[in-house]
């Protein structure tokens, strides 16, 4: 099991550095064309450009002032166009790109601007090109502000690369998040963020050193060498990993254990190489799998999926169905359903499709009446009948788990359970095993009929990925639908 | 005399400074003969630093041309402009070394922008170091060098390219008094041996004294006085030109004698004059030669004799006691003689 730990980390953490590194070249090569640009626009030295200065400044503002999550979801375009890829650990590497480039290019230009303007009416008298200026005089003269921005710009990076996980990028915020935060193991939390502290010291250290070296070219052309030379093989490995291997999309957590089990079964019956991409929302999953990033994704049940193709029109289909994971009500504070007091605070997904699920159930149990008996669309505002006043609080499906010390009940999905140290026994209302809400397994229209379909269906049904459900997901946890 | 190696022509520039034109410069002509020392001084705000950056176009004139070795540079394209400027080194107040470059490196800049190759830099860069007596120094960082030591790097770099001229900025306005006078020395000495021109711009009369040829002086953007330093400074005709002047050498009336003067003679007063010698005058002995010749009395308040290029250069302030016959014979004799004597007063 430690083994394992360590097999993740040391794997996590060469994704970060992957990342990274060579967000960190392009975004800082990039970013200090754009800051000498700034520079030789500024008002003081060329008052004619001073529109393309506003115009960059204003571009620069703008980017730096998107937060990065919201920055990682609006390009994908730009990422799929660029990587053919929005997913995985290489597609993160153009948002990260896209963030580091206007930070540097600030910080270019006012490491620049420290440069005395003296050097520069030097240069020009003995005849150098604005080139020359740049690299004789400017770039040396401004290198260890540079450097030290340089620095900088990285150790922001590892920052932002912990929102990867968002796209599957992994790394070692991800692996924080997803297996230590979800799942309560503070342990994978502290090791992570050992790693994270001794690498960000390190990285100082070495920007602060060829800071300070007077041989700063050398220097840093043998790091940037030494980092290119060992980080390629990677890059090649992670855009060739992708041909002969199918995609699967899980939501990370418990999910993979299971998806691990698949794996073997399917190389070892069918020949079959999986590979798990794993998401934190409910969205990307299915926006992924619709643009071929992903070949198909177990995530989700029926009315979702759905909901989903309605409002999206995505191009999607159920091959089968895998196990019904019974929602349950779960409470810290009362025991019993007739214990909840009035105006109890309660907990619901924020996605349409659960919210639904779980006002049914409270439905089922008596506690409100819905709109026309209620149906897999229905939403807080169908409530036509709540005689305990009770008050909703909608949240993201994996932050339930957490809000329970919050809220006096809260609907939890299973796959978060074991994580919070619950069982399906512990809840206070629950599904019935004939709930509509089966997971299934979804591919895109255009592969419903492609030959590793059947396979992977069989897969999925298999023994062995049935009894590795059976022991993360506590008994009537997970029932087979087939 | 060969054609002047740069012609400055009715030189005009002008800035927006918050939307309203402010004049630097206002017609300025001058003539740099080659092999010349030519200073220009003025106050600060004169207008002498845009003088000197529209020599090479740093500035870029509004108006007029510069015509330099026979080319006039406005009309240059900009790669022609920057083979230009390789003909002229310039030196700077601050200086202007990179701190990043070693004393060599810096010295050797101007020879890797040409692209010139490893061993040909070398070769050019040694001896100008050991010119300027640094060649102990080659690994040091401007940092740890002095201020003197650090022109003398600039110095270096601005002669690697082999300029035609060299344009000094202020080039000792930050050095001690003994620096001053050993870069001025040095300049003199490239000036004399390799036959380089030399515009300088200061503040300092002192600076013109020690090396020019011909000084120029500059006030509000005009070309007030020109001429050879000898003759600017034994008769000086601008105002402004005077009070620099005053700076070197006793020239004015001292202070507490001043309102002592008056402008009418009355009985007790004796006529006030200032004598101006130059060369063999300043040699001859012709205060006891009027005494003895006119007996008129001389009784010297104040005087100063200053040497400039082997010129001797004397002022001298004196009473001259006698009737008023004797004393104008006094004075055209003195005339004759080539002493310049100007009436002040009486005291």
Redesign the interface.
Known sequence: MSNFALLSLTKALSETLYMVFISSIAGISLGLILGIILFFTQKSLNKRAQWLYQMLGFLVNVTRSVPFIILLIGIIPLTSLLIGTFIGTTAAIVPLTIAAIPFYARITESALFEV?L??L??A??????RL?LIY??LL??A?PALMKGATLTMIGLIGYSAMAGAVGGGGLGELAINYGYQRFNTMVIVETVIVLVVLVQILQMIGDRIAAS?H?YALLYFILLLGVISLLPFFFLSLHKTENTLRIGVISGVSEDVMQAAKEVAKNRYNLDLSMVTFNDYTLPNVALNDGKIEANIFQHQPYLDAQIQSRGFKLVTVAKTFVYPIGFYSRKIKQITQLKQKALIGISNDPSNQARALLLLQKAGLIGLKDKGSVTSTVQDIINNPKQLQFVTLDAAQLAHALSEVDLAAVNNDFLSSAGLTLSDAIIREDKDSPYANVMVVASRNQDAPWVQPLVEVMHSPEVNAATMQIYSKEGAIPAW | MSAPLLTLVDLHKAYEVNNTAVSALRGIHLSVARGAIVGIIGKSGAGKSTLI?SI?L?ERPTKGSVIFDGQDLKTLTNENL??V??Q???I?Q?F?L????TVFQNAA??L??QGLKKSEITNRVMPLLELVGLSGRLDY?PEQLSGGQKQRVAIA??LA?RPQLL?CDEATSALDPESTRAILNLLKQINQEMGLTIVLITHAMDVIKQICDQVGVIDEGQLVEWGEVVEVFANPQHPVTQRLIGQVVQWELPENLQPQVRSQQTAGLHLLVRLTFVNNSAKTPLISHIHERFGVTVNILQADLEYIHGNSLGFMLCQLIGTSQDIDKALHYLTEHSVKSEAMGYV
């Open positions: 005395p003296g050097l009416e030097a020009y008298a003995m005849g150098a090109t020359q004789k005089v040396p003269e290198f007077r700063h | 950056r090479n740093l920057r083979k400027r390789q002229m080194g310039m700077f601050h202007n990179l701190s990043s470059r800049l101007p890797e922008l960082f770099r601005a390219l344009l």
